[in-house]
Protein backbone atom coordinates (compact mmCIF):
# COMPACT_ATOMS: atom_id res chain seq x y z
CA UNK A 1 0.00 0.00 0.00
CA UNK A 2 3.34 2.71 0.82
CA UNK A 3 4.31 1.52 -2.41
CA UNK A 4 1.30 2.45 -4.45
CA UNK A 5 0.61 5.44 -2.58
CA UNK A 6 4.57 6.61 -3.34
CA UNK A 7 3.98 5.48 -7.28
CA UNK A 8 0.43 7.79 -7.22
CA UNK A 9 2.25 10.55 -5.21
CA UNK A 10 5.23 10.37 -7.87
CA UNK A 11 2.62 10.20 -10.90
CA UNK A 12 1.03 13.08 -9.70
CA UNK A 13 4.51 15.06 -9.71
CA UNK A 14 4.66 13.86 -13.57
CA UNK A 15 6.29 10.46 -12.74
CA UNK A 16 5.71 8.55 -16.27
CA UNK A 17 7.29 5.64 -15.24
CA UNK A 18 5.26 6.02 -11.99
CA UNK A 19 2.01 6.23 -14.35
CA UNK A 20 3.21 2.93 -15.80
CA UNK A 21 3.65 0.95 -12.84
CA UNK A 22 -0.01 2.16 -11.80
CA UNK A 23 -1.01 1.09 -15.19
CA UNK A 24 0.80 -2.46 -15.09
CA UNK A 25 -0.78 -3.00 -11.97
CA UNK A 26 -3.89 -2.10 -12.26
CA UNK A 27 -4.84 -2.92 -15.71
CA UNK A 28 -6.27 -6.69 -16.05
CA UNK A 29 -8.51 -5.64 -13.10
CA UNK A 30 -10.16 -2.81 -14.90
CA UNK A 31 -10.25 -4.82 -17.49
CA UNK A 32 -11.84 -7.49 -16.16
CA UNK A 33 -14.58 -5.27 -14.53
CA UNK A 34 -15.19 -3.78 -17.78
CA UNK A 35 -15.72 -6.61 -19.97
CA UNK A 36 -18.05 -8.32 -17.30
CA UNK A 37 -20.24 -5.24 -17.43
CA UNK A 38 -20.45 -4.65 -20.78
CA UNK A 39 -19.80 -8.31 -22.46
CA UNK A 40 -17.67 -7.34 -25.26
CA UNK A 41 -14.20 -7.63 -25.36
CA UNK A 42 -13.05 -5.05 -27.85
CA UNK A 43 -14.87 -2.77 -26.67
CA UNK A 44 -14.04 -3.48 -22.84
CA UNK A 45 -9.99 -3.53 -24.41
CA UNK A 46 -10.85 0.05 -25.67
CA UNK A 47 -13.02 1.36 -23.15
CA UNK A 48 -10.39 0.53 -20.20
CA UNK A 49 -7.37 2.21 -22.16
CA UNK A 50 -9.76 5.72 -22.03
CA UNK A 51 -10.16 4.87 -18.52
CA UNK A 52 -5.99 5.34 -18.07
CA UNK A 53 -5.95 7.71 -20.39
CA UNK A 54 -8.51 10.18 -17.99
CA UNK A 55 -6.99 8.86 -15.48
CA UNK A 56 -3.31 10.06 -16.50
CA UNK A 57 -5.41 12.81 -17.28
CA UNK A 58 -6.73 13.80 -14.25
CA UNK A 59 -3.75 12.16 -12.06
CA UNK A 60 -2.78 15.59 -11.29
CA UNK A 61 -5.81 16.57 -9.39
CA UNK A 62 -6.06 12.96 -7.86
CA UNK A 63 -6.80 13.49 -3.68
CA UNK A 64 -5.68 10.65 -1.46
CA UNK A 65 -8.63 10.57 1.04
CA UNK A 66 -8.21 6.98 2.78
CA UNK A 67 -9.55 5.23 -0.60
CA UNK A 68 -7.20 2.91 -2.52
CA UNK A 69 -5.60 4.40 -5.86
CA UNK A 70 -8.09 1.27 -7.38
CA UNK A 71 -11.13 2.93 -5.49
CA UNK A 72 -10.49 6.02 -8.18
CA UNK A 73 -10.08 4.49 -11.07
CA UNK A 74 -13.03 2.17 -10.93
CA UNK A 75 -14.83 5.02 -10.49
CA UNK A 76 -13.38 6.42 -13.54
CA UNK A 77 -14.50 2.77 -15.49
CA UNK A 78 -17.94 2.66 -14.03
CA UNK A 79 -18.34 6.31 -15.36
CA UNK A 80 -17.31 5.24 -18.87
CA UNK A 81 -19.52 2.40 -18.84
CA UNK A 82 -22.31 4.27 -18.22
CA UNK A 83 -21.57 6.64 -20.92
CA UNK A 84 -21.29 3.37 -23.12
CA UNK A 85 -24.29 1.81 -22.37
CA UNK A 86 -25.87 5.25 -23.06
CA UNK A 87 -24.21 5.53 -26.23
CA UNK A 88 -24.86 2.05 -27.33
CA UNK A 89 -29.06 2.89 -26.29
CA UNK A 90 -29.31 5.64 -28.86
CA UNK A 91 -28.28 3.70 -31.98
CA UNK A 92 -29.02 0.35 -33.64
CA UNK A 93 -26.15 -1.98 -33.43
CA UNK A 94 -25.00 -5.06 -35.10
CA UNK A 95 -23.35 -7.09 -32.83
CA UNK A 96 -20.49 -9.30 -34.37
CA UNK A 97 -19.69 -12.76 -33.20
CA UNK A 98 -16.62 -12.25 -30.62
CA UNK A 99 -15.86 -15.81 -30.65
CA UNK A 100 -11.96 -15.03 -30.58
CA UNK A 101 -9.51 -18.16 -29.83
CA UNK A 102 -8.50 -17.40 -25.85
CA UNK A 103 -4.87 -17.10 -25.86
CA UNK A 104 -2.43 -20.24 -25.23
CA UNK A 105 -5.23 -22.53 -25.04
CA UNK A 106 -5.22 -25.47 -27.98
CA UNK A 107 -8.29 -27.16 -26.78
CA UNK A 108 -11.06 -25.86 -29.18
CA UNK A 109 -13.71 -28.25 -26.98
CA UNK A 110 -12.50 -26.07 -24.36
CA UNK A 111 -12.64 -22.94 -25.98
CA UNK A 112 -16.21 -23.27 -26.49
CA UNK A 113 -17.16 -24.35 -22.99
CA UNK A 114 -15.31 -21.43 -21.27
CA UNK A 115 -17.33 -18.62 -24.53
CA UNK A 116 -20.74 -20.58 -23.02
CA UNK A 117 -19.77 -20.55 -19.46
CA UNK A 118 -19.02 -16.99 -19.39
CA UNK A 119 -21.93 -15.88 -21.28
CA UNK A 120 -24.30 -17.77 -19.10
CA UNK A 121 -23.22 -16.23 -16.10
CA UNK A 122 -23.16 -13.12 -17.63
CA UNK A 123 -26.75 -13.43 -18.88
CA UNK A 124 -27.90 -14.43 -15.28
CA UNK A 125 -26.07 -11.64 -13.58
CA UNK A 126 -28.39 -9.65 -15.79
CA UNK A 127 -31.52 -11.10 -13.58
CA UNK A 128 -29.61 -9.19 -10.45
CA UNK A 129 -30.29 -6.18 -9.09
CA UNK A 130 -27.83 -2.91 -10.39
CA UNK A 131 -26.28 -2.69 -6.72
CA UNK A 132 -25.56 -6.66 -7.12
CA UNK A 133 -23.99 -6.60 -10.51
CA UNK A 134 -22.12 -3.88 -9.33
CA UNK A 135 -21.04 -5.63 -6.15
CA UNK A 136 -19.98 -9.18 -8.35
CA UNK A 137 -18.29 -6.91 -11.08
CA UNK A 138 -16.25 -4.98 -8.58
CA UNK A 139 -15.65 -8.24 -6.35
CA UNK A 140 -14.64 -10.90 -8.50
CA UNK A 141 -13.77 -9.14 -12.13
CA UNK A 142 -12.57 -6.04 -10.37
CA UNK A 143 -10.72 -8.40 -7.68
CA UNK A 144 -11.32 -5.87 -4.96
CA UNK A 145 -11.55 -6.77 -1.44
CA UNK A 146 -14.88 -5.96 0.65
CA UNK A 147 -13.55 -2.59 2.13
CA UNK A 148 -12.33 -1.41 -1.13
CA UNK A 149 -15.94 -1.92 -2.78
CA UNK A 150 -17.53 -0.68 0.28
CA UNK A 151 -15.14 2.71 -0.60
CA UNK A 152 -16.26 2.79 -4.36
CA UNK A 153 -19.73 2.23 -4.06
CA UNK A 154 -19.99 4.28 -0.68
CA UNK A 155 -21.49 1.65 1.11
CA UNK A 156 -20.57 0.18 4.24
CA UNK A 157 -18.63 -2.99 4.44
CA UNK A 158 -21.89 -4.59 6.11
CA UNK A 159 -23.93 -3.76 3.02
CA UNK A 160 -21.41 -4.73 0.88
CA UNK A 161 -21.67 -8.31 2.21
CA UNK A 162 -25.64 -8.59 2.44
CA UNK A 163 -25.56 -7.47 -1.40
CA UNK A 164 -22.63 -10.19 -2.25
CA UNK A 165 -24.44 -12.58 -0.34
CA UNK A 166 -27.81 -12.22 -2.49
CA UNK A 167 -26.23 -12.07 -5.42
CA UNK A 168 -24.13 -15.26 -5.04
CA UNK A 169 -27.71 -16.77 -4.45
CA UNK A 170 -29.68 -15.27 -7.03
CA UNK A 171 -26.82 -16.45 -9.17
CA UNK A 172 -27.16 -19.59 -8.08
CA UNK A 173 -30.90 -20.33 -8.54
CA UNK A 174 -30.87 -18.53 -11.55
CA UNK A 175 -27.69 -20.79 -13.10
CA UNK A 176 -29.28 -24.21 -11.49
CA UNK A 177 -32.14 -23.28 -13.26
CA UNK A 178 -31.16 -22.55 -16.43
CA UNK A 179 -29.19 -25.97 -15.88
CA UNK A 180 -32.63 -28.02 -14.98
CA UNK A 181 -34.21 -26.21 -17.79
CA UNK A 182 -31.98 -27.31 -20.38
CA UNK A 183 -30.33 -24.12 -21.40
CA UNK A 184 -27.22 -24.66 -19.65
Keep these: MQ ?17 AALYESHYGRIYRYVVVKIGRRVEAEDMTQQVFVKAYKSIASYQMQGAPFSAWLFRIAHNQIVDYIRRVSKRPTILL ?42 RFAGEMSISEVAATMGKSEGAIKALQHSAIRALRKTLKAGEHNGKI
Design 97 to 138: DESLPIPGTSDPQGEVELKLNFEQVVEATRQLTKAQREVVSL
Design 3 to 19: EEQDLVRRARQGDKEAF
